[in-house]
């Protein structure tokens, strides 16, 4: 069946209800009564999902209570909650086709799943007037801590890419703002041996080095920072390796012999900036073509290849447009030069804004990675990471006028391409372990892990805040090669009504490195402070 | 006692034990059996021996880790110093594929073996048909498990472009797979692919998104009815009009040329309420509309997509308004300017 869709001026009732339900509230039926309520109404059982349509119609009551006074003093905890959730998270789309497949099929299943989380209906939790949780901010940084700790034997899937487990540990505790220093020395000494004298490092002790994994180590490593950290990692030999793995045509190889995809470019392009490596390549590379030839040579065309009829990006030339792919496309042309050079010069802007929008679903509100795909927690950053560098790339660069000023764009901002309130509500009402476990996750239906613990904070960081571009005043004091990803700033957002709780807005993460701000800063100030290596 | 240190076959190897550091964070408990079987592969490895019994141990590793990347190059490289039979390296990867869906470096070791195997059958046209036939065999099986493993289908465009598979029976498999899900955008994508880089008739290294004057105007006619009449089946599935905005792309043709199309899922009458039975198509219209210099009809058609249509999306479409406008300004500009 189609719903009858109420236009925008919805929105505004929305928020006007709010304030009748503030009112109510005083009555006995606020929020933060309303576990109370219930529990008196429906024990402990777990509520069962409700059918979008008793959603609906409950949000249908609240707009009539706004015009008549509330004759029950204690309406329905679900209807109270249902009423501060705009309609568009709480019901099915407007169109939908009659024809089933498995993909509809499982849509449909995913959009149950989430309904009773974002209307407010999640057994035992606690909402704000906006009918979201609390971030588990404790919760998450236990888990993360665990997840550092000595792991059970079934975790020897993950043999060959524990080193990532260091950096999303590491950059998800600083995003909750935990101070991660205690992990200064045990992380030197865990990486030392898996880096290998041929340059780089791989999965562990003994194995090849690998792309994958050496970026990991080099972000885990500038997130701790300081002078040991740093001056472990053998950077000519480093230089070296990359250069073994450059590929004639533009791209990179993950590993010596291994596949070349868009990971590749990107890991590759962050190493050589953050460590200010020379980018000349050494005659012994594959990828040598004559003088002049460097590690960036065809990168850039390399990437745009990867641009799908879609608009979005693959993991290889060919391939099928995937949101995580998308990030690594635009975040390597954000270190081989400006955002409003690069992505223009190389890729369909329109095309791929197209896509990239078309990731966010309602009522889910969260990011899909393809189309006709699921919504996945670790999107809000693949996808959602991909925002504000198009936003600043469709700004332009903006000019610091004072030390400690706000930059000021350019021109009139674009402002936000994408709902950041959906993604806040699918965050912080699907997307978090509420129990003792903690962590953060997929979808509700999936466990929590560090991986999406990591990339789902790193989406609600950069919902929440807003970066800008700034004009090359900064570049001149970084000097040399790849300058341009050091040249973002950012402050919080704050460009519509805010969902959240001002205590639950996290930290900061660079839109290129995902790692604080500041870090990659510090970290390539230091390798360029040393002058070669 | 473990596995290998009891076998007299490997009585000649010391194992080289993990060094993980002090105090090493996320460190893994291993089995008893898995760390044994590392160490006598780290000691392998060291004197580069690449002998029947390293296939051995390494099959042994990947039963107990197939995510391994180090395993699965240093076994690939062992395969071609032995020259084994790669046949028979083929059908027991199938088996490990079958039992680990999502793994990464299963594919690129067949890539490493069909690389090393081609040659061999590169001038027999019969054998490339009988090896691709068993190859689109092996993924129909893995297509039954997930239809859009996205290394499968990596791989299938690795196989097309390997042994030039850009003929009818790719089409009529992947049109298979739309017939049981028209939803499954990987098939999409890689009928894309198959259609538009046939070295038969495509401009070498002619992107995704640009005109390419080679394609003749049959591929580019077949091509949007197949689109067409796919998204008849159910006009609000996304893949068949992006394809469809792909292929006018390709053929240098405009979107207006589906105007009337895009309107069979799109009624707004003057007065009263509209019909819409594909947001997309809406998106469509917009297009088309503001291609025309109809800036109001497509102002609207924006107006509904986020107001009504696809809500959540609305900053998007105000932003689509917005360029909009700044076009028309544009080109209002050039007509004054054009005047005087």
Known sequence: MTFVVKGQKDRHR??????????LGARGASSSASNLVDSALHGNTRLQPSSAEASAQA??????????????????????????????????????????????????????????????????????DHGVPHLERNRHIQF?????????????????????????????????????????????????????????????????????????????????????????????????????????????????????????????????TLLDLPVELPRDSPAWSGEGATLLTGLAEWVRRCQTFEGGFSGLPDAEAHGAYAFCALACLCILGDPHVMIPKYIDVPRLISWLSARQYAPEAGFSGRTNKLVDGCYSHWVGGCWPILEACLDGPSRILAVGASPRAATHSVGSLYSREGLIRYILCCCQDRTKRGGLRDKPSHSSDSYHTCYVLAGLSSAQHKWHFNTAETKTEMGGNLASPY??????????????????????????????????????????????? | MGKYEGDPEWDDVVPIPQDDGEGALAQIAYTDEYAEAMGYLRAVMAAKEHSERVLDLTEHIISMNAAHYTVWLYRASTIFALNADVEQELSWVNDVALDNQKNYQIWHHRQLLVDHLYPSISSDPNAIRKFAESEVDFMTQMFDEDAKNYHVWSYRQYLVRKLNLFTEAELKSIETLLRIDVRNNSAWSHRFYVVFSDPKYSTPGSHATEYDPKIPDEIIDREIEFSKAATFEAPQNQSPWNYLRGVLRKGGRKLSSQECFAGEFVKIPENGEEDIRSSHALDFLADVWAEEGKV???????????????????????????TLKEEGITKGLAKVELAH
């Open chain 1, 144 to 272: 993360l801590h665990k997840s550092l700790k000595k792991l059970p034997a079934p975790y020897v899937a993950a043999d060959a890419s524990r080193p990532w487990m260091f950096y999303w540990a590491l950059a998800g505790l600083s995003t909750l703002g935990e101070d991660i220093s205690q992990y200064r020395e045990p992380l030197i000494s865990t990486v030392r041996p898996i880096q290998n004298a041929t340059g780089g490092f791989g999965g562990g002790n003994g194995q090849m080095s690998h792309l994958a994994p050496t970026y990991g180590i080099v972000l885990a490593l500038a997130i701790v920072g300081g002078e040991e950290a740093l001056d472990l990692i053998d950077r000519r030999a480093m230089w070296k390796w990359l250069a073994a793995l450059k590929q004639p045509d533009g791209g990179f190889q993950v590993c010596v012999g291994g596949e070349e995809d868009i990971r590749g470019a990107y890991c590759a392009a962050v190493i050589i």
């Open chain 1, 14 to 23: 929305v928020v006007f209800k709010r304030r009748a339900m503030a009112s």
């Open chain 1, 487 to 533: 040249q973002w700033t950012c402050e919080p957002f704050d460009g519509e009504v805010q969902i959240y709780n001002e205590e639950d807005r996290v930290g900061t993460l660079h839109p290129v490195f995902v790692i604080p701000e500041g870090a990659a800063e510090q970290t390539r100030a230091y390798f360029a402070s040393k002058g070669g290596f």
């Open chain 2, 296 to 322: 109001e009809k497509a102002d609207e058609a924006l107006r509904l997509l986020g107001d009504k249509y696809d809500r959540i999306r609305k900053n998007y479409w105000d932003w689509r308004r917005g």
């Open chain 1, 59 to 128: 949000g249908d009551e609240v707009v009539d209570s706004i015009f008549r006074p509330p004759i029950f003093p204690t309406m329905s905890a679900r209807t109270a909650r249902a009423s501060m959730v705009p309609d568009l998270f709480t019901s099915l789309p407007p169109i939908r086709d009659l024809l089933n497949t498995q993909s509809s099929q499982i849509q449909e299943e995913t959009i149950q799943e989430c309904l009773p989380f974002l209307s407010g209906l999640e057994p035992g939790a606690t909402y704000n």
